[in-house]
């Protein structure tokens, strides 16, 4: 006993230093394993509260910016409206009431509060939490491309695992043809995103442009992702597709959260078939 | 001892909010963010006791991981250099024991001053990409971005500690 006192004595700086420090690579090792940390996020009051106050004062510099995009969504939403008016048939056309009924996917609108782009699993944080309804797994994007999916919640501030980290896969597919893929990052450039599972019957070009496949009930199908830059053809596979983002991940301000309605309805359904 | 605790505390918050809100947002050629948070270490006043000292870099480098979502990547990191700092210095200084008390950074040349930084930094920065990348497939990115963000950190951390502390 006598000894054991003295041993913890003689080392104790030691021991609190061994004990420190597994501490923290159990930390990492959580963060690596689970794709969301648990304790650790920057979806806490302290956190949450320094970025938003900073955030406001940045928030001055990129008002131009957001006003372009704005309007360019604008004219963009004008002119499928007016493709509406041509499309539908008069006599076809009723309004109905209980629109809730059949809607699937609800949009509400959040501010990006910590940005990151640089490192290789990069998070961001935005100003919207569970008191504002936003749950783990809501989409989050912009009006120009998708920009990720939520992975911690706190009452007033959410974390989002960004398109551009290791852990993210996102279902796509062609605009043209309905082979879809997944969206993943190497970590090199922030502006390059790369596909994979393409199968080789589909038929690519440079230039062909990349959208939402909408398998995955996170985000709906159909929101543009980036055109393809390169790809290389080996033993009639497909390999290193890269594509060019329309998004600037550099510059984010405002964004839209994606609340897909009928979620629980269609992850029960597949649950159980696969059960059976 | 009341005015160290004071001055300790301030240098503790203020190097938090500059690593996350200044220079964590850098990115230099596209990805160098220089980790100067660090210079706690390289400052923080030797004692025979070391508790206090392990304790507090340990929670410096969890603040930072809580501000930018990395695990406990800088907590580790930080507390490695912190436990092996008074040994290097010793190896450093050619000396087996020194006066704690009277120690003060600014007093060294100039060559040991960066020698010790340089150590430091370099054995920080290359726990912390490791862990970061978590794959020996990376190792060559690993020893790049090290290289490179340690550059930039020693270069901050001495001009910082220059303007900043006062020669006794």
Redesign the interface.
């Known amino acids: 006993m006598q000894q054991l006192i003295y041993f913890i004595k003689k080392f ?3 021991l ?2 061994v004990l ?2 597994i ?10 394993s689970y794709h969301t ?1 648990k304790f ?3 979806a ?1 009051f ?2 949450g509260g ?2 938003n106050k ?1 955030t406001s004062l940045n928030e001055f510099f990129i008002l131009k910016t957001e006003n372009k995009l704005l309007i360019e969504e604008n004219i963009q939403l004008k002119n499928l409206l007016s493709k509406q008016g041509i499309n539908a048939p008069k006599e076809n056309y009723y309004v109905n009431d209980t629109l809730k009924y059949f809607q699937q996917y609800e949009y509400s609108e959040a501010k990006i509060i ?1 940005n ?6 990069n ?1 961001l ?1 935005i100003n919207k939490g569970s008191e504002q309804g936003i749950e783990k797994d809501f989409g989050i994007i912009n009006s120009t491309g998708i920009i990720g999916v939520i992975s911690n919640v706190s009452s007033n501030f959410s ?1 989002v695992l960004s398109i551009l980290n290791e852990n993210s896969k996102i279902n796509i597919r062609l605009k043209n043809s309905y082979h879809f893929g997944t969206l993943v990052w190497n970590g090199k450039n ?1 502006n390059v995103l790369q596909i994979t599972d393409i199968p080789r019957q589909a038929i690519i070009k440079i230039g062909d442009s990349i959208i939402t496949g909408g398998k995955s009930a996170i985000f709906p199908e159909g929101i543009n992702v980036g055109v393809i830059t390169d790809f290389k053809l080996e033993n009639n596979q497909y390999k290193e597709i890269n594509i060019s983002l329309f998004n600037d991940m ?1 510059a984010l301000g405002y964004v839209q959260v994606v609340k897909n309605l009928k979620k629980s309805e269609q992850k029960n359904l597949e649950q159980e078939t696969t059960n059976e | 001892m009341n005015n160290l605790i004071l001055s300790n505390s301030f240098r503790f918050i203020s190097l938090v ?1 500059l690593q ?2 200044i220079l ?1 947002h850098i ?1 230099l050629f ?2 160098l ?1 220089p980790l100067v948070y660090i210079s706690w270490v390289f400052l923080f006043p030797i004692r025979k006791n ?2 206090l000292f ?2 507090t870099s ?1 929670l410096l ?2 603040s930072i ?9 800088n ?2 990191a930080i ?2 250099i912190a ?1 092996f700092r008074l040994s290097i210095l010793k190896a450093i200084l050619r000396k087996s024991d020194f006066d704690y008390l009277l120690f003060n950074l600014r007093s060294l040349s100039i060559d040991k001053i960066f020698l010790y930084i340089a150590t430091l930094t370099i054995m920080h920065h290359f726990i912390v990409f490791s ?4 794959s020996f497939n ?1 190792f060559i990115t690993v020893l790049k971005t090290t290289f490179f963000t340690s550059v930039f950190t020693i270069i901050l951390s001495i001009l910082g500690i220059f303007l900043f502390t006062k020669k006794k």
């Open positions: 104790r700086y030691f609190l230093f420190l420090e501490l923290a690579l159990i930390f990492t090792i959580n963060h690596h940390s650790i996020n920057s806490n302290i956190t320094i970025y900073m910590n990151n782009f640089t490192k290789i699993n998070y944080t974390t922030y550099s | 909010l996350v809100l964590n990115n596209g990805y963010n070391k508790s392990l304790i340990f480098g969890l991981d809580f501000f930018s979502d990395s695990g406990g990547i907590a580790a507390l490695f436990f862990l970061e990348y978590f990376a």
